[in-house]
């Protein structure tokens, strides 16, 4: 049944479907010479990945891309945002590397029927999967110059080859994740960290924000590669996908409170946005870090700021801050606060999940929307990831998973948010990916944690079966977007 029309709309050209990532749904490590990724060695070392998974397998999406796109079909989804594994096209990753023919037509085969579809492709350049042949080399994203140079002839690599078909092209997922997931706790690849019982390399205080940076660099060499030679002939947009969530105090009353969830924010979101929208580093990181924060050099920044055509948004939940009121660590990432799920009076953030950080919260969605269309003059947005897992969802019948009333609930609460941010607020968001597709490797939760509309039975040959929430996006959507 359709849902009820609403007083809160979005645009009749809104830009709608889901997401998934190379390394969670390919598989086929070696076929038609791919090489590693650093996913595919960090995923090899013991104790790293829950149930010792791998992205061997998947859900062999490299061989079923025929099903994939008939699930998007069976959806009615509009657009489907997917990332390209830079070692399938380029294997040894580097600029002086041979290009593997074979790996890049397969996705221009599989652009070509996407569009054959009318499901608009938005293409991610880079979802962490780095080739593992420049981690060995040269330290992958920690050495600037090699890197930078790198990730820019890989991103024209796809540019020539896709730039005509693909018109929403975005560059980094979540750097944030990169850089303090991969070198300051170790819990994603490479794993570098200060904590020898978990890696012999690393230095937690320093390298995230070398990182971080890095990833801005190189963000801002693809997109001036891209509009000098790209952008006229092929009409396309560029932007980088940035993940936050939203913040509420811990006490409502105490100022510290308040203000350490702005800090919060900027640690987790300007940090990388304010450089590309302000030219600068937000200053409460200046303040913590110091002169372990990169400065930018005159060259730099004049790549980086101004190098986006939209905003890419990755969302999910929100917390509770709380300042922490002793000296920071030199490992603190946050901003020295705390995020909690509980405030002051025992309230929840939301309900639980089956992941231990998720706890739904749409009405901060909303809020956050509004944030960042505040700080950086309105820009437009694209939602490119959003959606929940379930608790326990891995352990019930079939039947019971195939019903998961509990994420379509999420997918009205959150879509209904975003609508009110577009009516009442103001906010230019033109587009929204859920996120999963499909059930998938989850990172270092291996495959325990499901986020998919659609269920893979990954003992039973990655047979894909819709549940719930794979059909009920239209009808949510139908209920907001503009007919006229």
């Known amino acids: 049944m359709p849902e009820t029309e609403s007083d809160s709309y979005l645009p009749k050209d809104f830009l709608w479907g889901f997401a998934t990532a190379s390394y969670q749904i390919e598989g086929a490590p070696y076929e038609d010479g791919r090489a590693d990724s650093i996913w595919d060695t960090f995923c090899r070392i013991p104790g790293k990945i829950a149930g010792a998974g791998t992205g061997d397998v998947a859900c062999d999406s490299y061989h079923r891309t025929a099903e994939d796109i008939a699930l998007l079909k069976k959806t009615q989804a509009k ?13 040894l990753g580097g600029r002086n590397d041979p290009v593997n023919e074979k790996g890049l037509q397969h996705y221009v085969r599989f652009v070509d029927d996407l569009l054959a579809e009318g499901i608009q492709p938005l293409v991610t350049l880079f979802h962490w999967d780095l ?44 750097p944030w994740c ?107 990181m200046r303040k913590q870090l110091g002169n372990r924060l990169p400065e930018w050099s005159e060259e730099d920044i004049a790549l980086v700021q101004g190098s986006n055509d939209f905003y890419g948004m990755n969302h999910y939940c929100a917390n509770y801050i709380k300042h922490k009121t002793t000296e920071p660590a030199l490992d603190d990432f946050y901003g020295n606060i705390e995020s909690l799920y509980q405030d002051k009076n025992g309230q929840w953030i939301g309900p639980a999940t089956q992941s231990l950080w998720l706890y739904p919260n749409p009405a901060g969605f909303r809020k956050l929307l509004k944030w960042l269309s505040d700080r950086y003059n309105q820009p437009t947005i694209y939602v490119t990831e ?28 959150y879509i209904g948010a975003m609508a009110d941010a577009v009516t009442k607020d103001g906010v230019d968001v033109r587009g929204y990916s859920a996120w999963s597709l499909m059930d998938n490797f989850e990172w270092a939760e291996g495959y325990e944690t499901r986020f998919g509309v659609t269920f893979v039975d990954y003992e039973g040959g990655q047979k894909r079966q819709p549940k719930k929430s794979a059909t009920e996006l239209v009808n949510i959507f139908d209920k907001y977007i503009k007919k006229e």
């Open 178 to 284: 990169s850089s303090i997931l991969g070198f300051n706790t170790g819990l994603f690849a490479p794993g570098r960290t200060s904590d020898r019982t978990k890696s012999a390399e690393g230095d937690s205080s320093t390298e995230p924000w070398i990182v971080g940076h890095n990833f801005l660099v190189a963000h801002g060499a693809a997109v001036k590669a891209y509009r000098d030679d790209f952008k006229a002939k092929d009409g396309g947009q560029i932007g980088i996908t940035l993940n936050g969530d939203w913040t509420e105090p811990w006490d409502a009353d105490d100022a510290e409170d308040i203000e350490a969830c702005t800090r919060k924010l900027e640690f987790s979101i300007s940090w990388f946005a304010d450089p590309i929208y302000h030219g600068k580093y937000p200053d409460s």
């Open 386 to 413: 959003n959606g929940t897992s379930l608790k326990g969802e891995n352990d019930l019948p079939l039947a019971e998973l195939l019903n998961d009333e509990f994420r379509v609930e999420y997918f009205r609460g």
């Open 79 to 91: 657009s489907y945002r997917f990332s390209l594994s830079w070692s399938r096209i380029i294997p």
């Open 131 to 174: 080739p593992n042949e420049l981690q060995v080399r040269y330290g992958g994203m920690l050495n600037k110059k090699e890197f930078v140079a790198d990730y820019e002839n890989y991103a024209r690599v796809c540019f020539k080859a896709l730039g005509s078909k693909v018109k929403l092209w975005i560059t980094f997922n979540e």
